[in-house]
T-cell receptor, first 115, second 110 residues
Framework: DAGVIQSPRHEVTEMGQEVTLRCKPI?????LFWYRQTMMRGLELLIY????????DSGMPEDRFSAKMPNASFSTLKIQPSEPRDSAVYFC?????????????FGNGTRLTVT | RKEVEQDPGPFNVPEGATVAFNCTYS??????FFWYRQDCRKEPKLLMS???SGNEDGRFTAQLNRASQYISLLIRDSKLSDSATYLC???????????FGTGTRLKVLA
């Protein structure tokens, strides 16, 4: 079975540019999560979806960040305009339905560098 | 106080040694617990779930102590390939909020 698929693997962009990160969850998983990882703050939850509906976006840093899930097999995380402090590794993860006792399955991440 | 706390390490141990990590959590409503392993520049991967009665998977043993609000991971007969960062993950009951610790770095030395 294919795991969680993210693209691109690496993104280098200049400050002010729009960045779009993509994720395809594992088929049949109803929950999709976006995390950001930095050395200083570790893994932080940005937003998660259940059945394509955003449930909790309290971790989204500010209005420059937005996420969508137009269907069960695709999600995007967009940063517009990007800033150097957005540089991090962004992970997408998915999980089957349940009561939170199912582990998360991570994609291999997008390493974002904003110069 | 952080919701999930881990000793960042690094723990430097010789091959064949036994090493243990603890992780404390602050929310008593926490219901599900996991250990993940993360290699440098890679994604976190599930190592094992942690069950109330404790559980073992080969050289790895996980324990949960609800009264003291901590979980532990014991690695026996350490291998060079065990070198990684080990992340403690706690799920708040009734939600899909997974809280990650910042990880404990393990280096197994030849």
């Amino acid at each position: 079975d294919a795991g969680v698929i993210q693209s691109p693997r690496h993104e280098v962009t200049e400050m002010g540019q729009e960045v779009t990160l993509r994720c395809k969850p594992i088929s049949g998983h109803d929950y999709l999560f976006w995390y950001r990882q930095t050395m200083m703050r570790g893994l932080e939850l940005l937003i998660y979806f259940n059945n394509n509906v955003p449930i909790d976006d309290s971790g989204m840093p500010e209005d420059r960040f937005s996420a969508k899930m137009p269907n069960a097999s695709f999600s995007t995380l967009k940063i517009q305009p990007s800033e150097p402090r957005d540089s991090a590794v962004y992970f997408c993860a998915s999980s089957p339905s349940g009561q939170g006792n199912s582990p998360l399955h991570f994609g291999n991440g997008t390493r974002l560098t904003v110069t | 106080r952080k919701e999930v706390e881990q000793d960042p390490g690094p723990f430097n141990v010789p091959e064949g040694a036994t090493v243990a990590f603890n992780c404390t959590y602050s929310n008593s409503a926490s219901q599900s617990f996991f250990w993940y392993r993360q290699d440098c520049r890679k994604e976190p991967k599930l190592l094992m779930s942690v069950y109330s009665s404790g559980n073992e998977d080969g050289r790895f043993t996980a324990q949960l102590n609800r009264a003291s609000q901590y979980i532990s991971l014991l690695i026996r007969d350490s291998k060079l390939s065990d070198s990684a960062t080990y992340l403690c993950v706690v799920n708040i009951g009734g939600t899909y909020k997974y809280i990650f610790g910042t990880g404990t770095r393990l280096k197994v030395l030849a």
